[in-house]
């Protein structure tokens, strides 16, 4: 099994479309990542590069939402450091079932006390512009959770329901923050279980590419910090006729005129069971 990925692990993600874990990363990268997350959200980018996905800064940043940044591994070290990490590329491989994985995307997510919530969503509804349209995660708390607090939160085996034609989804701040799902969950004749992840900081869960999940308004008076890991298979490919779909008209940007190819300069493949790993990424923290 992979790195972080026992039996019972891997049963969890397959019956439940999820799985919670209580250690992924030490208590000092958490610490060390709490001073990455305010220089990141005053625009202080180590590296020079900007994430690909700017939609909170002091300053200009709506104080009642989420703060949130996707790509931060291209504009902090450390950052990288975590989120390109075999250990979590190989968890992630084997959960997904795929030959191997390659980074997609992270969040850096921060939500203060009384921040408002991140609509339900299924991560596979926006990635047209890939295939396989698959994608797998990796959510670590930056802080102990409670149901309080807002945590990532699943609806149990939503990664079964049907995929044809999902409601509109709505991520930042939305008044009813489980509409969505709820509507899928009635077209679907069930009663949705939602579980929310409580652990200690620098836990987490893994859960599958269409399972539903969201989080709810920040009502303790706690910080919620997050750093999420989105992989897709080492084997994607870039699909064109769905570049305009989802958030493809980001992402996409990074596909060459003549080929599919997701190069591995934007794309960096993190573990593969034959042994490949993109050259010139940074080792994982000790
Ligand atoms: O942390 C959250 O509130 C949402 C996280 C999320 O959407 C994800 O991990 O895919």
Redesign the pocket.
């Given at each position: 099994m992979g790195a972080h990925v026992t039996h019972e692990i891997a049963a969890g993600f397959d019956a439940d479309g999820f799985a919670v874990v209580d250690r992924l990363v030490s208590d000092e990268v958490v610490v060390a990542l709490h001073d990455r997350f305010e220089r990141l959200f005053r625009g202080e980018f180590e590296t020079g590069v900007a994430p690909d996905e700017v939609n909170w800064q002091e300053g200009t940043g709506d104080p009642a939402l989420?703060r949130q940044l996707c790509n931060a591994w291209r504009a902090d070290r450390l950052v990288a450091s975590v989120v390109l990490s075999p250990a979590l590329g190989e968890s992630l491989a084997r959960l997904a079932g795929w030959p191997g994985a390659r980074i997609i995307q992270d969040?850096v997510?921060w939500k203060p006390p009384g921040a408002r919530s991140?609509g339900f969503h299924r991560?596979n509804a926006y990635l047209d512009w890939y295939r396989p349209r698959e994608m797998a995660?990796c959510?670590i708390a930056l802080d102990p959770t409670s149901s309080s607090s807002g945590p990532?939160a699943f609806a149990r085996g939503s990664h079964r329901w049907s995929t044809g034609a999902d409601p509109a989804m709505d991520f930042h701040g939305p008044d009813d923050h489980r509409a969505a799902m709820d509507d899928a969950a009635a077209v679907e004749g069930v009663v949705p279980d939602v579980v929310p992840v409580e652990v200690p900081a620098g836990g987490g869960s893994f859960h599958h590419g269409w399972t539903w999940?969201?989080?709810d308004v920040n009502r303790s008076d706690v910080q919620r910090r997050?750093l999420?890991v989105?992989c897709a298979s080492s084997d994607a490919r870039f699909h064109r006729p769905g570049f305009a779909e989802g958030n493809g008209p980001v992402y996409s940007r990074y596909a060459r005129p003549d080929d599919d190819v997701m190069d591995e300069a934007h794309f960096p493949v993190l573990w593969t069971a034959d042994g490949h790993r993109t050259p010139g990424l940074p080792e994982p923290p000790a």
């Open positions: 989420t969040n997510l991140v991560d995660t959510w990532v999940h969201g989080s997050a999420v989105h």
